[in-house]
Each structure stands twice: as structure tokens, then as C-alpha cells.
């Protein structure tokens, strides 16, 4: 069955410094993975996506994230962290065959001015 | 049009009380999802609906049924609910298949439920 890990539940970084949230997944096939975010009470919002092709992947608000199959690893970056960017990052893979999506734990991100 | 809209944003019942959810999407969508979201976790799957067909259960309490009485729309119907029942409800959809996929889930904004 597909599934992703975060492995930190918790990150705090200082403004302008860089970042880089971990996710591993486990996945028979070539797995379709997704960033997304979520700031408190409010829904999630999709940050980037990996389907196939350039492992790099440019997102949104200054993301990025590379897929590394021989780690099973889909990291998300950035290389200089806003204070609005505090909030609860989820890595996700799927659709699988009955079209489920799974969610990692998450990371939740504080911003130190 | 990209958008999910769910009804409504807040929802506060009583444990003897019935109410539904409403989550509607017109992009041709082929699979529908419930997640349930306490404060501070990831997103819970509770049901799938592929092709207005339920096809994954996660072993939800019959409280909460589920339908789809069309391609467009998703229903979450609550019944006799518990306070831990208490959370954010999201609906999500996902394009149909194509050649050059975008398998990606579009979410709508939630129903915040307290149940008291």
C-alpha cells in the first residue's frame, strides 16, 4: 500500500534562512506526490506536484522540490523563509488503484523573526 | 473551473441530532473524497466515491453516511455523532484520467463540525 513519512514533526527556522521539509514515500510504482499547505483554520492549499519527467519541481510562494527514486525521498525547499510561511506542511502520494490519496503526519513549521 | 465549494462552513449539532454536509464540484470530476481533520493532524480519508461508485470505506462508524447522487455531488450525512466527532470535514475531487494526467486533488474550503 502507498504511504509517505515526514519524519519531523516539528521545524523552526529564523527569517531568510533556508528550508527544507523531508518526505519519504512507499509506493509500488512511480508514485504521483504532492506538497501541500495549511495555515491555521484554513483548508489546504496544493504548494507543487511531481507526476513524471524533471525531478525538479517548481511550486508556488517560491518552492521547490526534488524527487530522488533511488531515496524515496520528495523534500520540499525553499531557499529563504518568509514569516507568513509558518504553517502545517503535508506530503501526500497517490491516486491508487481504488483513486486514495495518502497524507504524511506533517510538519509544522515555526518562523523566528 | 477549478472550484469546490462545501456547505456549510460551520456546523454546530446535538449528539440526538441529523444534519448533512454538501460538497459540490462541475469539472467532470471522476472520484470524490470525505476527510476528516482534527486540529494539528493530517487529513483522514473516510470515503471515496469513484465514478458516483463508494469504493473505499475506511471502516467509518455508520453514524456517517455517505452518497452521491451525481457526478457533481457528494454527501456526508451525520447522525447520532459523538463530541470526538468534532472537526474539519473536507471534500476533495479529482479530474478524470487523461493522456497527459493531472491526478491532482482539488480540496474545498471544509465544514468546521462541533458536536455537542
Known amino acids: 500500500a502507498q504511504s509517505v513519512t515526514q519524519p519531523d514533526i516539528h521545524i523552526t527556522v529564523s527569517e531568510g534562512a533556508s528550508l527544507e521539509l523531508r518526505c519519504n514515500y512507499s509506493y509500488g510504482a512511480t508514485p504521483y506526490l504532492f506538497w501541500y499547505v495549511q495555515s491555521p483554520g484554513q483548508g489546504l492549499q496544493l504548494l507543487l506536484k511531481?507526476?513524471?519527467?524533471?525531478?525538479l519541481v517548481q511550486g508556488i510562494k517560491g518552492f521547490e522540490a526534488e524527487f530522488k527514486r533511488s531515496q524515496s525521498s520528495f523534500n520540499l525547499r525553499k531557499p529563504s523563509v518568509h514569516w507568513s510561511d509558518a504553517a502545517e506542511y503535508f506530503c501526500?502520494?497517490?491516486?491508487?488503484?481504488?483513486?486514495?490519496?495518502?497524507f504524511g503526519a506533517g510538519t509544522r513549521l515555526t518562523v523566528k523573526p | 473551473d477549478t472550484e469546490v465549494t462545501q456547505t456549510p462552513k460551520h456546523l454546530v449539532m446535538g449528539m440526538t441530532n441529523k444534519k448533512s454536509l454538501k460538497c459540490e464540484q462541475h469539472?467532470?470530476?471522476?472520484?470524490m473524497y470525505w476527510y476528516k481533520q482534527k486540529a494539528k493532524k493530517p487529513p483522514e480519508l473516510m470515503f471515496v466515491y469513484s465514478y458516483e461508485k463508494l469504493s473505499i470505506n475506511e471502516s467509518v462508524p455508520s453514524r456517517f453516511s455517505p452518497e452521491c447522487p451525481n457526478s457533481s455531488l457528494l454527501n456526508l450525512h451525520l447522525h447520532a455523532l459523538q463530541p470526538e466527532d468534532s472537526a474539519l470535514y473536507l471534500c476533495a475531487s479529482l479530474p478524470p484520467l487523461r493522456i497527459t494526467s493531472t491526478d491532482t486533488q482539488y480540496f474545498g474550503p471544509g465544514t468546521r463540525l462541533t458536536v455537542l
Open positions: 501526500a502520494v497517490g491516486p491508487g488503484n481504488n483513486n486514495d490519496m495518502r
Open positions: 469539472m467532470g470530476h471522476r472520484a
Open positions: 511531481y507526476f513524471s519527467g524533471d525531478t
